[in-house]
Every structure is written in structure tokens, then in C-alpha cells.
């Protein structure tokens, strides 16, 4: 959501590139300055003591020590994603609530970079059904 509204606004260069201009002109500064307001207003308090750094933090440094944060550990959300996935069961829920639960998990699986396949996914679901719905497994 963050790269669509700074692609939007033509504003992503600022976040995506380590190229400044030449002649680091006001108006580059004052862009990269809201880029980096808009930045540290929408994440957390907590957040804040890592993006900020120092005076001349850019939009660009900021970028990076949030992605380093959340992707810095990527394979081990990853690897606890999976096995929740592989063993998540109905239990209570819908049908449902169940498989967009099961959509979720495979999606984010998918954006840590461990896609799952439809045929794994229909596989989990199946074999987590409760026995109101075994006769669906065969």
C-alpha cells in the first residue's frame, strides 16, 4: 500500500532508489522531507527510535531500516507460518471463516517468498476439515 501511494504521487523513487540528484535542489528535499513525514506518521511509536537516526535521515534510509526490520527475519516467520499452516484445523469455524484463514496463511506464505502451490492449499484444507466433513477427503 505504501509503494502504491508513492508510485501514485511519482514520490517512489525516494524509498526504491540511492540515487539523489546531481545538484541537490530545494524542491528534491521538500519532497523527500513529506515523504518521510508520511512515513513516520503512519507506524508505530515503537518504530519511530529505528527509522529516525539521525538529522538528515532521508525517505530512503528510513525505507531501509523498516524493511530490514520486518523482512530481517523473513525464514523464521516463515518457517512458524508454515507449521501453523500445515496443521490448522476448523475446529469451530465455518467453513468459511476456515479456508479464507487457510488463504491468508498461503498468501503470506506467498509474500515471505515460500509460495504455496493450489494443490497444497486444497490438500490443507481438506485434511483440516472437522468430521462433520470427512466424507469430503475421498
Not at 468459511?96 to 488463504?103: S, V
Amino acid at each position: 500500500m505504501v509503494l502504491l501511494i508513492l508510485r501514485h504521487y511519482a514520490l517512489d523513487d525516494h524509498v526504491l532508489t540511492d540515487t539523489f540528484p546531481a545538484a541537490r535542489i530545494a524542491a528534491w528535499f521538500r519532497l523527500d522531507s513529506i515523504v518521510l513525514s508520511w512515513i513516520l506518521g503512519t507506524i508505530s511509536l515503537d518504530l519511530h527510535d529505528l527509522v529516525r537516526g539521525t538529522p538528515d535521515t532521508t525517505a530512503r534510509r528510513a525505507w531501509l531500516a523498516l524493511e530490514g526490520q520486518f523482512l530481517g527475519n523473513a525464514e523464521a516467520r516463515a518457517l512458524r507460518l508454515d507449521a501453523s499452516f500445515r496443521t490448522f484445523i476448523q475446529g469451530d469455524l465455518s467453513v468459511g471463516e476456515f479456508c479464507r484463514k487457510m488463504k491468508t496463511m498461503a498468501d503470506s506464505l506467498g509474500d515471505l517468498g515460500w509460495a504455496v502451490e493450489d494443490r497444497i492449499l486444497v490438500l490443507n484444507v481438506l485434511r483440516g476439515l472437522n468430521e462433520r466433513y470427512a466424507h469430503l477427503r475421498t
